[in-house]
């Protein structure tokens, strides 16, 4: 039986470049994925665990097989659960490795469930489900990208995700609504989830937004980000010395310093 959420407090600072200070109560803890650690007051004491501690009489069997899927999906095999072991309030914080926004979740008012990016969970109180949840249908699983495996936060307390650049929370009320597989960041209980081919051969060759679209229909909240990670990875290796050749500058002073010096 899943336990209640710890009750922790937080503050979002900043705006293009955000990081979320987590408050603890004496006893309470916040869990995190390895590396999204930025700073911890004295009396914060850290564990790396397996798994999420959200049900801790489960077996070392059942600890095995959420590890194992948490592996196939690339993701480590370990949590690290921040702890308060002080006699009064302590923070911790935790921040997004790209630029973005992070979006606090409060699970026990969102259906107490929220699939997400698999790579967008960044902390949450002990007592959340941080399982991975690979889409069952074929299409998605071929073609769907950054969308075939997804992440399931479950719990009555508060999650925190990030996102690339802007977001952009929807609500849907039967309408159906398609995106680009990398920009979905979140979405409720009561979203059906699929991705679909790009109608017509001269789209889906010259368009520029892939074969495939993610079709999202339903009841329920979606978040939508400007900038996937991946997307941005891409344009930096595209412009990035020796990728594309040696013309790189975009017609930069730097670039042209650059083409004189190599004698171009």
């Not at 690339?164 to 609500?171: A, F, I, L, Q, S």
């Amino acid at each position: 039986m899943p336990m209640r959420c710890h009750e922790v407090d937080y503050e979002i600072i900043g705006h293009s470049m955000q990081m979320v200070e987590v408050e603890l109560d004496p006893g309470e803890t916040v869990i995190a994925e390895a590396g999204a650690m930025n700073y911890m007051e004295e009396g914060i004491v850290f564990e790396t665990r397996m798994g999420d501690g959200s049900e801790p009489e489960q077996g070392l069997m059942g600890k095995l097989f959420s590890a194992g899927k948490r592996m196939i999906s690339g993701e480590s095999l370990f949590m690290t659960h921040f702890s308060n072991r002080a006699s009064g309030k302590r923070r911790v914080a935790f921040a997004s490795p790209f630029p973005g926004a992070i979006l606090a979740l409060d699970l026990a008012t969102l259906g107490e469930e929220v699939t997400c990016q698999k790579d967008a969970f960044l902390c949450a109180a002990l007592g959340t489900r941080v399982d991975i949840a690979f889409n069952r249908k074929l299409g998605v699983g071929f073609f769907g990208g950054e969308g075939f495996i997804l992440e399931r936060l479950q719990g009555d307390g508060m999650a925190f995700i990030h996102a690339g650049g802007t977001v952009v929370e929807k609500e849907l009320k039967g309408e159906t609504l398609r995106l680009d597989t990398g920009c979905l960041v979140a979405f409720t209980r009561g979203i059906e989830y699929d991705i679909e081919m790009t109608p017509g051969l001269k789209s889906m060759f010259f368009g520029g937004e892939g074969l495939f679209l993610a079709t999202l229909r339903g009841h329920g909240k979606v978040w939508i980000q400007s900038l996937p990670f991946s997307r941005l990875a891409d344009r930096v290796l595209e412009h990035a010395p020796g990728a594309g050749g040696k013309d790189q500058g975009e017609g930069s002073v730097l670039g042209g310093i650059g083409r004189l010096l190599d004698g171009d």
